[in-house]
C-alpha cells in the first residue's frame, strides 16, 4: 500500500479553508478516482511540538492507494481539475510526496 501526503506550510499570510477542503475538494477527489482510493484522511494543524507554538503545517491531506501506478491512472486524468481546485480553499502551495506504507 502507498501513502500519497500532500502538506500545506503554516507562515505568515498563509490561510487554509479547512471545512471547503474536507467537504467540496477530498469528496471531488474521492469522486474522481473512485474505488482506487483505499482510504483518506486530513489532518488540521492546531500546535507545534511546544506548548504554545503555530502549527508547522496547516493541513495535510492523506489518500491510500494499492500502488503508486493505482495512483497514477486514478488521479493523472483528472490532475488539472483537482489542482485548479487549490485556490478555492488555499494561497499555499503545497508539499507532495508518495510513502510505502510497512505498519
Do not use: W
Not at 3 to 17: I, L, T
Not at 65 to 71: K, R
Amino acid at each position: 500500500m502507498i501513502k500519497v501526503s500532500v502538506f500545506y506550510a503554516n507562515g505568515e499570510g498563509k490561510h487554509f479553508d479547512i471545512g471547503y477542503y474536507c467537504e467540496k475538494h477530498m469528496a471531488m477527489v474521492k469522486r474522481l478516482c473512485g474505488s482506487a482510493i483505499k482510504g483518506m484522511a486530513v489532518e488540521h494543524g492546531i500546535s507545534g511540538g511546544a506548548a504554545g507554538s503555530a502549527p508547522t503545517f496547516l493541513a495535510m491531506g492523506h489518500l491510500y492507494f494499492d500502488s503508486v501506478e493505482a495512483f497514477q491512472l486514478s488521479f493523472g486524468p483528472h490532475t488539472n481539475e483537482i489542482v485548479s481546485d487549490v485556490p478555492n480553499y488555499t494561497n499555499i502551495q503545497p508539499t507532495i510526496q508518495i510513502s510505502e506504507v510497512k505498519i
